[in-house]
């Protein structure tokens, strides 16, 4: 049996003492998504022994998991009580005609903002014409699998990828489209036609300050160990 094996049989059975561990406590906390959680962490410490990016993925994908089983009442649109709270009805989807230039926004959005009532995030996406959805994606970072989703569409067309982040060495959108290639639609076109242009894609960094900073040294470093260009910044 392979030592990745072993680690993720070990898991398995720390997840499910976890969740034991969860429900005989839940009687005596009014918090079970936190205690479950917080036991969970303890025991990946302890019992599991696990270090850097495999704790950190570890916590971030069990967190993943016990809010989408804790918060079944959530709007899958604007993520607050689809009961009494949903806003959906502020937010109708821009009409199809105001979307058309091929742009693909990319959200690379922290774990812990995942299913979060207050995230704005989640609104940019929601307010995208059905027909539109193709154009944008939704990355959990610290979740199991996304990240290399994520580095993927990110290398398919790395000359015409743009990330916001108030970089030292940020360019405006003229000094982004004058380092584009001369052959590049984007750059020599003053009123581009959409089906000459090729898909830009922007990625937007979802979280407090601390954690986008962090997602945004994470895709530095993980994007030059891999040989994929570090897009620039705006």
Known sequence: MSRKTQRMERENETMASSTTTTTHSRNRSSHPEKDNLRNYSKLVKEELCLQGIERF????????????????????RCWHDKLTRCICWHIPPLPEEQVTLPVKILVLMHYKEYLSAGNDAKLLLALLPKTAKQRSQLYVFGKRGEWE?????????????????????????????????????????????????????????????????????????????????VPPCK
């Open 149 to 229: 989703k994520f580095q993927d569409e990110c290398s398919i067309d790395p000359t015409h990828t743009i990330m916001l982040w108030p970089a030292e060495n940020a360019l405006t959108i003229e000094g982004f489209r004058s380092q584009l290639p001369e052959d590049s639609p984007w750059r020599n076109e003053h009123k581009p036609i959409p089906e000459r242009l090729p898909t830009l894609r922007v990625i937007l960094l979802d979280g407090v300050y601390s954690q986008a900073r962090s997602m945004f040294k994470t895709i530095k470093r993980r994007f030059r160990a891999n040989n994929v260009p």
């Open 57 to 76: 993925e570890a916590i971030a994908t069990k967190t993943v998991e016990i809010k989408e089983s804790h918060r079944t009442n959530r709007c899958k």
